[in-house]
């Protein structure tokens, strides 16, 4: 399980959301709080021991787990409804090799269970409760999306930048240049990239844009980056190999031309850019 746990609030009950193998696991002991805070395990214990529950329970699990149980849970099963029948989230657990509950041990501890089961839970204690978690939950997805935009923007301008300087600095920076000359030569290539993709300079898009803080590609959009990180590794190379600006420029407009086209038809491409458009709104 993940040590870092999120937290979000509905009705003024806290409830921590972990990580666990890559699934958004919810707090039920935090859940439950909203009906007996004194007594959050036999709350869960009562939901856990109905039928209906037990049978969705093992429903989640044969679709999400190889390695659950089946002869025990339908032990289980046919135990359910009889007399003084309870059935501890500990005892589903070990019985049956469940995945889709775990329990946390120490100070932050608890009942934890995959979204889809603690929206079931959640539905069980309250049909208001259970849309107020889910409202909250998907305005913190929204937030790590947002910030996933950011992350996108950031790690995408640093894709292959060493590659392209040291191309730049081996290949067109001559012995003895001021540097003042020297930031000239990577600006120059830096506008290569710029006018092959964006079809402008940076200077005549700060023209274009006086009330604009930063440069033409601090608003370039996600295909945009892809394609921009492709052409710094592709001029390093044509660099490389001794390819004049003019050739190279005119290669490198073609080639960010067919690439936008496959990029801008990319459904997954298409995903990020809106990702990534949600972390400037």
């Given at each position: 399980?993940?040590?870092r ?7 003024g009950?806290?409830?921590t ?21 004194q ?33 025990e ?65 998907q ?6 999306l ?136």
């Open positions: 399980m993940s040590k746990n999120q937290k979000i609030e509905i009705k009950n806290e409830i959301i972990v990580k666990s193998d890559n699934e958004d696991y919810i707090s039920i002991t935090d859940i439950a709080k909203h009906k007996n805070p007594a959050t395990g036999l709350v869960i214990s009562h939901w856990l021991s109905t039928r209906y529950t037990i049978d969705f329970m093992g429903l989640w699990e044969k679709m999400h787990n190889p390695n659950f149980n089946v002869t849970f339908r032990n289980i099963r046919n135990e359910s409804g009889s007399n003084g029948f309870i059935l501890s989230s500990k005892n589903w657990i070990n019985s049956t090799n469940a995945i889709g509950i775990i329990s946390k041990a120490g100070r932050y501890g608890g009942t934890f269970a995959h979204k889809d089961i603690a929206f079931e839970f959640a539905s069980w204690i309250s049909a208001e409760f259970k849309l107020f978690l889910i409202k909250e939950f305005r913190l997805k929204d937030e790590e947002k910030q996933l935009g950011w992350d996108i923007r950031r790690n995408l301008t640093k894709i292959n930048y060493r590659i392209h300087t040291d191309a730049i600095k081996e290949n067109l920076i001559p012995d003895n240049l001021t540097a003042q000359q020297i930031s000239i030569v990577y600006a120059n290539e830096a506008d290569v990239l710029n006018v092959a993709l964006f079809g402008k300079t940076a200077k005549q898009w700060r023209d274009e844009n006086p009330d604009k803080k930063g440069n033409i590609r601090d608003y370039a959009n996600v295909s945009q980056l892809v394609c921009l990180a492709n052409l710094e590794n592709l001029n390093a190379v044509f660099i490389n190999e001794g390819m004049k600006q003019s050739e190279r420029l005119q290669k490198l407009n073609q080639i960010a031309i067919g690439q936008m086209k496959i990029l801008l038809q990319d459904h997954s491409v298409k995903m990020l850019t809106d990702k990534n458009r949600g972390a400037d709104e």
